[in-house]
């Protein structure tokens, strides 16, 4: 007898004890949270709910629960973890403006096996001392050098738009692959001076990237997988990480041969390419990598070169999906709405008149109605639909007290659509950005790119490329979309998940 009660005394240990501990938090946690409006019910939340839409119903389904709580707040259970949904510009600019709550909350962590500590996942002491040391690299005067880049991977866009509707004429083509595949080309040469040649042929590397994305875009919306342990067992985690590593491999070689070629202190000394891939090339145009080194030799406290090469591939992240699908939806809204598109193409005659010389800095500042359709298209459809924080300390909103740890999304795809914010939200309607339309308008109300001190530190970088690529494409073709409706996920990234067809008329 006496072994059989220390067999379940044991059990009565390991097992219930958790459970009654795990069950005394849970009651602490409503408690705390019982003034605050909730969606989902104990014990499961919204798990069941939500597992049987499809990822354009998810979207759907969070954007009604804005139309049902309309004090801009609501709580919304997955099992016992809870997520506090802010979507009010008055309630982002409490938690955005904090200097204090800056740590991401998940899914983010789901990134650091790819991402490591980049400045995307950092966050305390070392988020304020990297952020301090890559500021430098986003200085308008760079953005020269870029744009050079940009408009190069451009021309190699209309060459290969062209190439197509030779193929088929008269016939809508699929547009998002071309302009992921040009982005990706930016962004490598931007980011690594690495010209891949994306978009001429597919190389490991972009299929590489493409293939990683997916699987963290699949793994996002099923909860069961965010155990690392887990994941990591099944094949699509095995294959997950067997690409991260080929991504890591690539990118410390840049890293490696780019030190070599400025110890050298030869321009013209080129490291030996063991991969026909890559074309490093010489440092006459100083990528994102250049500038980081550049930055990191006068630091006190420098990168390693683990840490280096998380900054560079979280540039990689930010800077490729996101950028690729901003252009992609504001050609659809174009092409949808033909009326707008003709004042585009006036502004362009404006500027431009009969001139195919490239579009430089100076006269792309001067497309004044570009501009408010790219902000308009990315309100109805920003690239990053929500961001979270993990509370580093309590936050009193009102007569709400946010507890420390917590999780709050802040829903930036919904402060968009907000109808108590935007009146008929889901117009497109780029006058909303003329200035008399936004001087009394909060402005946390249009947060594409974040706000406060975890802005996105590429906002300049990315409207730039965004601007260049519309103006190379609208400076030749007339665009209409095939579809009215296209659905899109919301995962990490605004994307489509069905085929963007386009119609292009040559303007000449």
């Given at each position: 007898m006496?072994?059989?009660s220390?067999?379940?005394c044991?059990?009565?240990?390991?097992?219930?004890?958790?459970?009654?501990?795990?069950?005394?938090?849970?009651?602490?946690l409503?408690?705390?949270?019982?003034n605050?409006?909730?969606?989902?019910?104990?014990?499961?939340?919204?798990?069941?709910?939500?597992?049987?839409l499809t990822?354009?119903e998810?979207?759907?389904?969070?954007?009604?629960?804005?139309?049902?709580?309309?004090?801009g707040?609501?709580?919304?259970?997955?099992?016992?973890?809870?997520?506090?949904?802010?979507?009010?510009p008055?309630?982002?600019?409490?938690?955005?403006?904090?200097?204090?709550n800056?740590?991401?909350g998940?899914?983010?962590?789901?990134?650091?096996?790819?991402?490591?500590?980049?400045?995307?996942?950092?966050?305390?002491?070392q988020?304020?001392?990297?952020?301090?040391?890559i500021g430098?690299?986003?200085?308008?005067?760079?953005?020269?050098q870029?744009?050079?880049?940009?408009?190069?991977?451009a021309?190699?866009l209309?060459k290969?738009?062209?190439?197509?509707i030779?193929?088929?004429?008269?016939?809508?083509i699929?547009i998002?692959?071309?302009?992921n595949?040009?982005?990706l080309d930016?962004?490598?040469?931007?980011?690594?001076?690495?010209?891949?040649?994306?978009?001429?042929?597919?190389?490991?590397y972009?299929?590489?990237i493409?293939r990683?994305?997916?699987?963290?875009?699949?793994?996002l919306?099923?909860?069961w997988?965010?155990?690392?342990?887990l994941?990591?067992?099944?094949?699509?985690?095995?294959?997950?990480k067997?690409?991260?590593?080929?991504?890591h491999?690539?990118?410390?070689?840049?890293?490696?041969?780019k030190?070599?070629?400025?110890q050298?202190q030869?321009?013209?000394?080129?490291a030996?390419?063991?991969?026909?891939e890559?074309?490093?090339?010489?440092?006459?145009?100083?990528?994102?990598?250049?500038?980081?080194l550049?930055?990191?030799e006068?630091?006190?406290i420098?990168?390693?070169?683990?840490?280096l090469?998380?900054?560079?591939?979280t540039?990689?992240?930010?800077?490729?999906?996101?950028t690729?699908?901003?252009?992609?939806w504001a050609?659809?809204l174009?092409?949808?709405?033909?009326?707008?598109?003709?004042?585009?193409?006036?502004e362009?005659?404006?500027?431009?008149?009969?001139?195919?010389?490239?579009?430089?800095i100076?006269?792309?500042?001067?497309?004044?109605?570009?501009?408010?359709?790219?902000?308009?298209?990315?309100?109805?459809?920003?690239?990053?639909?929500?961001?979270?924080?993990?509370?580093?300390?309590?936050?009193?909103?009102?007569?709400?007290?946010?507890?420390k740890?917590?999780?709050?999304?802040?829903?930036?795809?919904?402060?968009?659509?907000n109808?108590?914010?935007?009146?008929d939200?889901?117009k497109?309607d780029?006058?909303r950005f003329?200035?008399?339309?936004?001087?009394?308008?909060?402005?946390?109300?249009?947060?594409?790119?974040?706000?406060?001190?975890?802005?996105?530190i590429?906002?300049?970088?990315?409207?730039?490329?965004?601007k260049?690529?519309?103006?190379a494409?609208?400076?030749?073709?007339?665009?209409?979309?095939?579809?009215?409706?296209i659905?899109?996920?919301?995962?990490?990234?605004?994307?489509?998940?069905?085929?963007?067809?386009?119609?292009?008329?040559?303007?000449?």
């Open positions: 006496d072994f059989i220390l067999i379940l044991t059990l009565f240990v390991i097992l219930i004890i958790p459970v009654i501990i795990l069950t005394y938090h849970q009651y602490i409503r408690r705390k949270l019982k605050i409006p909730q969606y989902g019910r104990f014990p499961f939340g919204v798990v069941f709910e939500v597992m049987k990822n354009y998810l979207v759907q389904w969070y954007l009604q629960r804005a139309v049902q709580f309309k004090e707040i609501f709580i919304h259970w997955v099992t016992i973890f809870p997520f506090i949904n802010l979507y009010k008055e309630l982002l600019e409490i938690i955005m403006t904090s200097t204090v800056i740590e991401k998940h899914p983010y962590q789901l990134l650091e096996s790819w991402l490591g500590k980049g400045l995307l996942t950092s966050t305390g002491k988020w304020f001392h990297d952020r301090k040391l430098p690299t986003f200085h308008f005067s760079i953005l020269d870029f744009a050079v880049v940009m408009y190069e991977k021309k190699i209309i290969c738009l062209e190439k197509e030779a193929k088929n004429p008269g016939m809508a699929n998002y692959p071309f302009i595949n040009a982005a930016v962004i490598c040469e931007t980011a690594m001076g690495v010209n891949i040649h994306a978009q001429e042929d597919e190389t490991k972009t299929a590489v493409h990683v994305s997916k699987l963290v875009a699949k793994r919306i099923e909860p997988l965010w155990p690392d342990w994941y990591n067992l099944i094949s699509e985690g095995i294959e997950y067997s690409m991260v590593n080929k991504l491999k690539f990118t410390r070689e840049i890293i490696h041969k030190k070599i070629i400025r050298s030869n321009d013209s000394t080129k030996e390419n063991e991969n026909d890559l074309d490093i090339g010489k440092l006459e145009k100083k990528a994102f990598l250049d500038l980081l550049d930055q990191n006068k630091d006190e420098p990168l390693t070169d683990d840490e090469r998380a900054q560079v591939d540039f990689m992240f930010e800077g490729h999906d996101t690729a699908v901003a252009i992609t050609l659809f174009l092409g949808n709405n033909l009326e707008h598109q003709n004042k585009v193409h006036e362009l005659k404006e500027v431009f008149k009969d001139s195919e010389t490239p579009a430089n100076k006269e792309l500042s001067q497309l004044k109605y570009l501009d408010r359709v790219i902000k308009e298209a990315l309100r109805l459809f920003p690239s990053v639909p929500a961001i979270t924080r993990k509370l580093s300390e309590d936050v009193k909103i009102g007569d709400y007290t946010f507890p740890g917590i999780t709050v999304v802040l829903a930036i795809a919904t402060v968009h659509r109808p108590e914010v935007w009146s939200p889901l497109f780029p006058d003329l200035p008399e339309n936004s001087k009394h308008r909060n402005p946390y109300a249009y947060i594409p790119f974040s706000a406060g001190p975890r802005n996105c590429g906002q300049k970088f990315a409207l730039l490329e965004e260049m690529m519309l103006t494409i609208l400076r030749k073709w007339r665009v209409e979309s095939v579809k009215e409706l659905e899109f996920e919301a995962t990490l990234i605004l994307r489509p998940t069905e085929k963007i067809f386009i119609h292009f008329t040559p303007k000449k």
